[in-house]
C-alpha cells in the first residue's frame, strides 16, 4: 500500500505497521467489522493529493477554541494531528497562515469549487440575540455565516457541546441568544461531537469514516455517533467496582478518596452522561477526569451547566430547602385540617355537655 | 356505655385542650414526677407515679384527638376507658392525689401535672367515680352553704364571740367597706380565733371590712371534686356579694384551696374579670408590716418551723410573705431545707381530708411520714402554718403518731404578740 498519506508518516518516523494499527483500532473503536479497518487504511492512504482530497471547512462561532486546541496541540505529533494531511483544510482561522481578506478568499473558494461536497465543521454556538451582533466575522453574523456555508456542503460536524447543544453560551441566563447548530439548519445531515472539549480521537474517527465510507456513522437520538457515545461514563469506568459495593469518597481528601472510591457522592455526573472518555481516556491515553480524583462533570450531555452544581450529587435532592419548604406546607396544611377536625370534635363535645347537678355526681 | 360514663367522657373530651395536648406529647416517661410525690416517696408504690394517674385522660386524648390513636381505637390495639377503670383510678385521683402540684415543679418538660388532674376529675365527678366524702362535701355546700353543713347563726355565734373578745363591734353585710371577709368552715369550727386575730389587728391598721350573711363560706367543693358547673354555682355567691356590696378587696383566709378557688379559679368559671381583688391574708399583713404597723410587743420564744401550704404558696404565689411575718414574731425561726415553694404537702389537701375510707386515711397517715421527718430533723416542738385544711390534717398526723408537737396559726400569732 502506497501513497501520499504513507509517504508523510514516514517522513515523520511513523510506520506502515503503526498506520495500519491505528486504523485497526479506530474501526475496532467505532465497532465497525475488522475488516472496515483495512478499508480505511486503504482510503486514507489512497488520498490523491491536496487539491483532489475532500475539502474541510471549519467555521468558529461562540467558542474558546478549546476544541481546536484538543484535536491539534494535545495530540501533536501524534497520529491523529497528522490525518489532517487526508483531508484538505480550507479554512480554519485559527490554524491557517492568512488572515482578513485573504482568509475571507480562501473560504469562499473552497466553497465554490467544491459546492454540495465539502465537510463543513462547526464549533462555538450562534448567537440570535441582537440579530446575531454578539459574533461577528468580516462583518456577517455567524448565523449569516452558518446559513451560507452550510448551502454547499455535503454534511456538517457540530464540533464540540457549544455547536452541539449550546453549551456554556446557552448557560442560563443565556445572554446572547445562543442555540445549536441543529437549531438553525434543517435540511444537512448534522452530526454532533459533543465535550468540552471532545475527545480528539473522537473527532478523527469521525472524519475517517466520513472519508473511508462517504457516510456518517450511526448516530443516536442526540445525533451523537454511537460508537462513540454508547455507553455511558459509569457503566466503563474502572471505578465502577466500588459504586456497586456501596464505597463512597465523602470529601476530596478522606480515606476514600486515597483509596480511589466512587465519587458518586461528590457529584459525579457519569451515570447519566454519554461518551468514550473511560475506555479512549485523554492525552494519549494518560489518564481521564475521574481517574485524576474529579467526578465527571457531564459535559458531553446538553445543558450540563445547568445541572444543578458538579459537587451535588446525582441522586440528592436537587434542592433541599424547597423540598423542605414543601414538606413544611404539606404538614402544617395537614396540621390545620387535623386542628380543624378536632375543634369539630371539642365542640360537639361541648354541645353536648349537660349542666353538671348534685345528681349527677351519683352514678 | 352507661349514660354516666358517656358523660364523663364527652366531659373529657371537653376539657382536653392545647396545653393538655403539648403536655401529653412532651412527656419523656423520666418518672421525676414519682420522686416529686409524696405518697409514691413514702409507699414506693409505682401506681403513684403522677402522671400515670393520668392514664385515662391521656387515653381519652389519643383515641378522640390523635390519628395513630384513632386508627389503634379502630382496630382494637387502644382499649376504650370503661367504668370499671375510672372506679379503679378514684383512689389514683382523689386519695392519693393533693394537687400539691410539687410534680408539676419538677417536670423538665413543665408538664403542669395538676393541672391535668383538675381536669380529670371533671369526668371523673361527672361519671359517679368521685369519692363519697367529697361528694357529702359538694352537697352540702350547695344545699346548705358549707362543705360542713354550717349555716349562718354558727358564724354569728363566732363574731359574737370575736366581738366580745375583742371589744369591736363587727359590720355584716355593710356596703362601701374595704374588705369583704370569708372565711372557710373550719376556721368557723376549729380555729374561731382567727376571726379575732384578724379583727384585732385591722382595728390597729385602721381599715374597715364587713362580713357578708349570704357570702361567708370561702371554700370550694366543686372545685375540688372536678365539677365546674357546681364549682361556678359556689364562687358566684361571694362575687355576687362582693359586688352587690361594692367593697375593693375580698379576703381570703388562711385555708390554701379556698384562695385558689376564690383568686385563680373564680374568674375562669364566671368567663370575666371581677370587680374587685382578692387577696389573701398574708399578703394584707405583708403590706402592713412593710408600712409598719405590725409592731411586736414581744416574741415568740421557743424554736419554731414553717409550714407553706401548697395552695398558697407553690400554687398561689404568695411566696414572699410568710418568711418576713414568722421572722416578725418568732426568735427562732429555723428554715428547713425544703420550704417555701418546695415544701412538702401535708397530705390532705385537694378534697383528700374529706375521704374517710380507711384505705384513704390509712394512705394519708403514711404519707404524713414526711411532715414528721422534717419536724424531727429541724428539733423543734413548734410548727406555724397559714391554712386551715394544713392544720386539720397535721394534727390528725400528730395524733395518728403520737407527736408532742405544737401546731400555730400564723395570722394567730401575730395577733397574740401584737402591740396593744
Same mark, same amino acid.
Given at each position: 500500500m502506497q501513497g501520499p498519506l504513507i509517504d508523510t508518516l514516514a517522513r515523520q518516523g511513523v510506520t506502515r505497521r503503526t498506520f495500519f494499527k491505528y486504523c485497526a483500532t479506530l474501526a475496532s473503536l467505532m465497532a465497525l467489522p475488522p475488516s472496515a479497518g483495512r478499508a480505511m487504511a486503504e482510503a486514507m492512504a489512497a488520498a490523491p493529493a491536496a487539491s483532489r482530497r475532500p475539502s474541510v471547512i471549519w467555521l468558529p462561532f461562540q467558542e474558546c477554541t478549546g476544541c481546536t486546541e484538543s484535536i491539534t496541540r494535545s495530540?501533536?505529533?501524534?497520529?491523529?494531528?497528522?490525518?489532517?494531511?487526508?483531508?484538505?483544510?480550507?479554512?480554519?482561522?485559527?490554524?491557517?497562515?492568512?488572515?482578513?481578506?485573504?482568509?475571507?478568499?480562501?473560504?469562499?473558494?473552497?466553497?465554490?469549487e467544491n459546492e454540495g461536497k465539502y465537510l463543513l465543521i462547526v464549533d462555538g454556538s450562534v448567537p440570535l440575540g441582537l440579530d446575531g451582533a454578539y459574533s461577528c466575522i468580516a462583518g456577517k453574523t455567524n448565523l449569516e455565516s452558518l446559513k451560507e456555508a452550510a448551502k454547499g456542503a455535503a454534511a456538517i460536524v457540530a464540533m464540540g457541546s457549544c455547536a452541539a447543544f449550546g453549551g456554556i453560551p446557552k448557560a442560563n441566563p443565556n445572554p446572547t441568544g445562543a442555540v445549536a447548530v441543529s437549531d438553525i439548519i434543517k435540511d444537512k445531515p448534522i452530526i454532533n461531537i459533543p465535550g468540552c472539549p471532545p475527545i480528539p480521537v473522537v473527532i478523527t474517527g469521525v472524519l475517517a469514516h466520513f472519508l473511508t465510507f462517504g457516510s456518517l456513522p450511526e448516530l443516536d437520538k442526540l445525533g451523537r455517533p454511537k460508537a462513540f457515545y454508547g455507553e455511558t461514563i459509569h457503566d466503563r469506568c474502572y471505578r465502577r467496582p466500588f459504586y456497586d459495593q456501596g464505597k463512597f469518597a465523602k470529601t476530596f481528601d478522606d480515606e476514600g478518596a486515597r483509596k480511589g472510591w466512587c465519587l458518586f457522592e461528590l457529584g459525579c455526573k457519569g451515570p447519566v452522561t454519554y461518551n468514550a472518555c473511560a475506555t479512549v481516556k485523554w492525552n494519549g491515553g494518560t489518564s481521564w477526569p475521574v481517574e485524576s480524583g474529579h467526578g465527571c462533570l457531564g459535559c458531553s450531555e446538553p445543558d450540563f451547566w445547568d445541572g444543578g452544581g458538579f459537587y451535588r450529587a446525582l441522586s440528592m435532592p436537587a434542592d433541599p430547602l424547597k423540598m423542605a419548604a414543601t414538606a413544611a406546607a404539606v404538614g402544617a396544611a395537614a396540621g390545620v385540617a387535623i386542628t380543624f377536625a378536632n375543634r369539630a370534635k371539642k365542640s360537639s363535645a361541648k354541645a353536648a355537655h349537660e349542666t353538671v347537678t348534685l345528681a349527677d355526681l351519683e352514678k | 356505655m352507661s349514660a354516666s360514663l358517656q358523660k364523663g367522657i364527652n366531659a373529657l373530651k371537653e376539657v382536653i385542650d392545647a396545653p393538655v395536648a403539648s403536655y401529653f406529647n412532651s412527656c419523656v416517661h423520666c418518672g421525676l414526677c414519682?420522686?416529686?410525690?409524696?405518697?409514691?416517696?413514702?409507699?414506693?408504690?409505682?401506681?403513684?407515679?403522677?402522671?400515670?394517674?393520668?392514664?385515662?385522660?391521656?387515653?381519652?386524648?389519643?383515641?378522640?384527638?390523635?390519628?395513630?390513636?384513632?386508627?389503634?381505637?379502630?382496630?382494637?390495639?387502644?382499649?376504650?376507658?370503661? /367504668?370499671?377503670?375510672?372506679?379503679?383510678?378514684?383512689?389514683?385521683?382523689?386519695?392519693?392525689?393533693? %394537687?400539691?402540684?410539687?410534680?408539676? %415543679?419538677?417536670?423538665?418538660?413543665?408538664?403542669?401535672?395538676?393541672?391535668?388532674?383538675?381536669?380529670?376529675?371533671?369526668?371523673?365527678?361527672?361519671?359517679?367515680?368521685?369519692?363519697?366524702?367529697?361528694?357529702? @362535701?359538694?352537697?352540702?355546700?350547695?344545699? !346548705?352553704?358549707?362543705? %360542713?353543713?354550717?349555716k349562718w347563726p354558727a358564724?354569728?355565734?363566732?363574731?359574737?364571740? @370575736?366581738?366580745? @373578745?375583742?371589744?369591736?363591734?363587727?359590720?355584716?353585710?355593710?356596703?362601701?367597706?374595704?374588705?369583704?371577709?370569708?372565711?372557710?368552715?373550719?376556721?368557723?369550727?376549729?380555729?374561731?380565733?382567727?376571726?379575732?386575730?384578724?379583727? *384585732? !389587728?385591722?382595728?390597729?391598721?385602721?381599715?374597715?371590712?364587713?362580713?357578708?350573711?349570704? @357570702?361567708?363560706?370561702?371554700?370550694n367543693a366543686g372545685i375540688q371534686i372536678g365539677a365546674s358547673d357546681i364549682a361556678k354555682v359556689i364562687v358566684s355567691r361571694i362575687i355576687n356579694s362582693a359586688e352587690k356590696l361594692g367593697v375593693k378587696y375580698v379576703l381570703s383566709p388562711e385555708c390554701g384551696h379556698a384562695y385558689m378557688a376564690i383568686r385563680w379559679e373564680g374568674p375562669n368559671l364566671i368567663g370575666r374579670p371581677y370587680k374587685f381583688e382578692v387577696r389573701h391574708v398574708?399578703?394584707?399583713?405583708?403590706?402592713?408590716?412593710?408600712?409598719?404597723?405590725? *409592731?411586736?410587743? /414581744?416574741?415568740?420564744?421557743?424554736?419554731?418551723?414553717?409550714?407553706?401550704?401548697?395552695?398558697?404558696?407553690?400554687?398561689?404565689?404568695?411566696l414572699e410573705a410568710p418568711e418576713p411575718l414568722i421572722q416578725t414574731v418568732a426568735e427562732n425561726y429555723i428554715p428547713i431545707v425544703d420550704k417555701q415553694k418546695w415544701n412538702w404537702c401535708c397530705g390532705g389537701g385537694g378534697g383528700a381530708s374529706a375521704i374517710h375510707t380507711e384505705e384513704a386515711e390509712a394512705l394519708r397517715a403514711k404519707a404524713f411520714r414526711i411532715k414528721k421527718r422534717q419536724i424531727e430533723e429541724s428539733g423543734v416542738n413548734t410548727?406555724?402554718?397559714?391554712?386551715?385544711?394544713?392544720?386539720?390534717?397535721?394534727?390528725?398526723?400528730?395524733?395518728?403518731?403520737? %407527736?408532742?408537737?405544737?401546731?400555730?396559726?400564723?395570722?394567730?400569732?401575730?395577733?397574740?404578740?401584737?402591740? /396593744?
Amino acid at each position: 500500500m502506497q501513497g501520499p498519506l504513507i509517504d508523510t508518516l514516514a517522513r515523520q518516523g511513523v510506520t506502515r505497521r503503526t498506520f495500519f494499527k491505528y486504523c485497526a483500532t479506530l474501526a475496532s473503536l467505532m465497532a465497525l467489522p475488522p475488516s472496515a479497518g483495512r478499508a480505511m487504511a486503504e482510503a486514507m492512504a489512497a488520498a490523491p493529493a491536496a487539491s483532489r482530497r475532500p475539502s474541510v471547512i471549519w467555521l468558529p462561532f461562540q467558542e474558546c477554541t478549546g476544541c481546536t486546541e484538543s484535536i491539534t496541540r494535545s495530540h501533536s505529533p501524534s497520529i491523529e494531528g497528522l490525518i489532517f494531511d487526508a483531508i484538505s483544510l480550507d479554512y480554519q482561522e485559527t490554524l491557517m497562515a492568512a488572515a482578513g481578506h485573504q482568509a475571507e478568499e480562501a473560504l469562499h473558494n473552497a466553497m465554490k469549487e467544491n459546492e454540495g461536497k465539502y465537510l463543513l465543521i462547526v464549533d462555538g454556538s450562534v448567537p440570535l440575540g441582537l440579530d446575531g451582533a454578539y459574533s461577528c466575522i468580516a462583518g456577517k453574523t455567524n448565523l449569516e455565516s452558518l446559513k451560507e456555508a452550510a448551502k454547499g456542503a455535503a454534511a456538517i460536524v457540530a464540533m464540540g457541546s457549544c455547536a452541539a447543544f449550546g453549551g456554556i453560551p446557552k448557560a442560563n441566563p443565556n445572554p446572547t441568544g445562543a442555540v445549536a447548530v441543529s437549531d438553525i439548519i434543517k435540511d444537512k445531515p448534522i452530526i454532533n461531537i459533543p465535550g468540552c472539549p471532545p475527545i480528539p480521537v473522537v473527532i478523527t474517527g469521525v472524519l475517517a469514516h466520513f472519508l473511508t465510507f462517504g457516510s456518517l456513522p450511526e448516530l443516536d437520538k442526540l445525533g451523537r455517533p454511537k460508537a462513540f457515545y454508547g455507553e455511558t461514563i459509569h457503566d466503563r469506568c474502572y471505578r465502577r467496582p466500588f459504586y456497586d459495593q456501596g464505597k463512597f469518597a465523602k470529601t476530596f481528601d478522606d480515606e476514600g478518596a486515597r483509596k480511589g472510591w466512587c465519587l458518586f457522592e461528590l457529584g459525579c455526573k457519569g451515570p447519566v452522561t454519554y461518551n468514550a472518555c473511560a475506555t479512549v481516556k485523554w492525552n494519549g491515553g494518560t489518564s481521564w477526569p475521574v481517574e485524576s480524583g474529579h467526578g465527571c462533570l457531564g459535559c458531553s450531555e446538553p445543558d450540563f451547566w445547568d445541572g444543578g452544581g458538579f459537587y451535588r450529587a446525582l441522586s440528592m435532592p436537587a434542592d433541599p430547602l424547597k423540598m423542605a419548604a414543601t414538606a413544611a406546607a404539606v404538614g402544617a396544611a395537614a396540621g390545620v385540617a387535623i386542628t380543624f377536625a378536632n375543634r369539630a370534635k371539642k365542640s360537639s363535645a361541648k354541645a353536648a355537655h349537660e349542666t353538671v347537678t348534685l345528681a349527677d355526681l351519683e352514678k | 356505655m352507661s349514660a354516666s360514663l358517656q358523660k364523663g367522657i364527652n366531659a373529657l373530651k371537653e376539657v382536653i385542650d392545647a396545653p393538655v395536648a403539648s403536655y401529653f406529647n412532651s412527656c419523656v416517661h423520666c418518672g421525676l414526677c414519682a420522686e416529686a410525690c409524696l405518697f409514691y416517696l413514702e409507699t414506693g408504690d409505682v401506681k403513684y407515679t403522677p402522671i400515670h394517674k393520668l392514664e385515662p385522660l391521656r387515653r381519652v386524648y389519643e383515641q378522640e384527638y390523635t390519628l395513630l390513636g384513632r386508627l389503634g381505637k379502630m382496630v382494637g390495639l387502644s382499649k376504650a376507658v370503661t /367504668d370499671d377503670e375510672l372506679e379503679e383510678w378514684k383512689e389514683l385521683v382523689y386519695d392519693s392525689c393533693t %394537687m400539691c402540684g410539687r410534680c408539676s %415543679m419538677v417536670c423538665p418538660v413543665g408538664n403542669d401535672i395538676v393541672y391535668m388532674v383538675r381536669k380529670l376529675r371533671e369526668g371523673m365527678a361527672v361519671s359517679g367515680h368521685a369519692p363519697d366524702g367529697i361528694k357529702g @362535701a359538694t352537697k352540702r355546700t350547695v344545699e !346548705i352553704g358549707g362543705p %360542713m353543713g354550717l349555716k349562718w347563726p354558727a358564724v354569728a355565734n363566732v363574731i359574737k364571740k @370575736a366581738e366580745a @373578745a375583742t371589744g369591736v363591734s363587727i359590720n355584716v353585710d355593710k356596703p362601701g367597706v374595704d374588705y369583704l371577709v370569708l372565711l372557710s368552715s373550719m376556721e368557723i369550727v376549729n380555729y374561731p380565733e382567727y376571726l379575732e386575730a384578724l379583727v *384585732k !389587728i385591722f382595728k390597729k391598721a385602721g381599715i374597715s371590712f364587713t362580713l357578708a350573711s349570704d @357570702a361567708f363560706e370561702a371554700t370550694n367543693a366543686g372545685i375540688q371534686i372536678g365539677a365546674s358547673d357546681i364549682a361556678k354555682v359556689i364562687v358566684s355567691r361571694i362575687i355576687n356579694s362582693a359586688e352587690k356590696l361594692g367593697v375593693k378587696y375580698v379576703l381570703s383566709p388562711e385555708c390554701g384551696h379556698a384562695y385558689m378557688a376564690i383568686r385563680w379559679e373564680g374568674p375562669n368559671l364566671i368567663g370575666r374579670p371581677y370587680k374587685f381583688e382578692v387577696r389573701h391574708v398574708l399578703e394584707v399583713l405583708e403590706e402592713l408590716r412593710q408600712k409598719g404597723v405590725l *409592731k411586736m410587743k /414581744d416574741k415568740f420564744k421557743e424554736p419554731l418551723i414553717l409550714h407553706d401550704p401548697c395552695q398558697i404558696v407553690r400554687r398561689g404565689g404568695v411566696l414572699e410573705a410568710p418568711e418576713p411575718l414568722i421572722q416578725t414574731v418568732a426568735e427562732n425561726y429555723i428554715p428547713i431545707v425544703d420550704k417555701q415553694k418546695w415544701n412538702w404537702c401535708c397530705g390532705g389537701g385537694g378534697g383528700a381530708s374529706a375521704i374517710h375510707t380507711e384505705e384513704a386515711e390509712a394512705l394519708r397517715a403514711k404519707a404524713f411520714r414526711i411532715k414528721k421527718r422534717q419536724i424531727e430533723e429541724s428539733g423543734v416542738n413548734t410548727m406555724v402554718t397559714f391554712c386551715a385544711n394544713c392544720r386539720i390534717v397535721i394534727e390528725e398526723g400528730f395524733d395518728h403518731y403520737e %407527736m408532742n408537737t405544737q401546731l400555730l396559726g400564723l395570722t394567730e400569732l401575730l395577733a397574740e404578740h401584737l402591740e /396593744d
